[in-house]
């Protein structure tokens, strides 16, 4: 009997899958943007500065030592020298003798209370300033010899005569000028010319209650400490005026060149106002 070899056609499986379709998802993320104002960026800046002064040691030591070098220069600049001030007006004493109440022949007393640095110390700062070229050349300036009005009417101090150029290394000169009024500086500036030189007026203060019993002119500059920044300076000359906004206020050594050269934008023509503190030496 034959035999027959049978071989078993393979079976083909097909599995299916059912596809299920995932569902799409979206994330819709709304950012909105605030707008940076000036107060959020100086609390950026404070908040990077404190970081710095917290984490660096050389900072947090620095920068604190600055502060109190600052502190203690106006301290021994500005606050003392006012207070002491005060407390001589309060107490009526005053330096260099002169006395706390206006006699009442105070017209023939009058020069125990003024002040007066003496010619060579105009002599010394013009001598400064020209050798240090501070001041460009001026004839409009130079050439004028009028007489102009100063106003401050926060002060209430209005038209005050200023002699213009008056020598001021001249005892008797500017003496002669100060008597009843102020000295405008000579070589330095004046409204009417477009040189942008420092225009200076410099007038007494008087010691004591003298200005305040008497009203002199001549010693109109008494209250001149008593200025506030902002304040304005009216000058009036050949008919015209000119207003002058104050920007700083400070006590100055002898020698100190700003008084005639000024200080700001140099192409900018300013008004220095000086007399001698305390009020009287």
């Known amino acids: ?5 049978y071989k078993k056609a393979p079976v083909q499986y097909k599995r299916q899958y059912r596809s299920r379709k995932p569902q ?5 993320l709304e950012i909105q943007r605030e707008p940076l104002t000036i107060w959020k960026l100086l609390q950026g800046i404070k908040n990077d500065i404190t ?18 070098i600052y502190g203690l220069n106006l301290l021994l600049g500005q606050i003392i020298p006012s ?17 706390a ?9 009058k020069q125990s209370f003024l002040s007066d640095p003496g010619s060579t110390y105009f002599e010394q700062i013009q001598q400064n300033a020209k050798r240090a070229r501070v001041l460009e050349i001026d004839p409009v300036s130079n050439s004028y010899n009028g007489i102009f009005s100063l106003s401050i009417p926060n002060l209430n101090l209005s038209n005050l ?3 213009a150029n008056t020598n001021s290394g001249v005892e008797t000169i500017y003496d ?12 330095t500036g004046l409204p009417i010319s477009s040189t942008p030189n420092n225009i200076v007026i410099y007038g007494h203060s008087a010691g004591g209650d003298y200005y305040k019993r008497t009203g002199d002119p001549a010693a109109a500059f008494t209250i001149l400490t008593d200025i506030k920044l902002g304040d304005t300076i009216d000058v009036t000359i050949e ?3 000119y207003s002058y906004k104050v920007s700083k206020t400070k006590i100055v050594e002898p020698t100190d060149l700003s008084i005639i050269a000024g200080e700001g934008n140099p192409s900018i023509q300013t008004l220095t106002l000086f007399t001698c503190y305390p009020p009287g030496n």
């Open 24 to 28: 799409s998802s979206e994330v819709v």
């Open 101 to 109: 109440i206006v006699p009442s022949n105070f017209v023939s007393a």
């Open 51 to 68: 970081e710095i002064l917290t984490t660096s040691r050389f900072a947090g030591t620095v920068v604190p030592a600055i502060c109190i």
């Open 239 to 241: 008919g015209k005026d």
């Open 83 to 99: 207070a002491t001030q005060f407390i001589q007006a309060q107490t009526g004493g005053l330096e260099q003798g002169a006395l």
């Open 176 to 187: 002669q000028v100060l008597e009843n009024g102020l000295a405008h500086m000579e070589s």
């Open 161 to 163: 005569s200023v002699q």
């Open 1 to 5: 009997m034959p035999l027959y070899k």
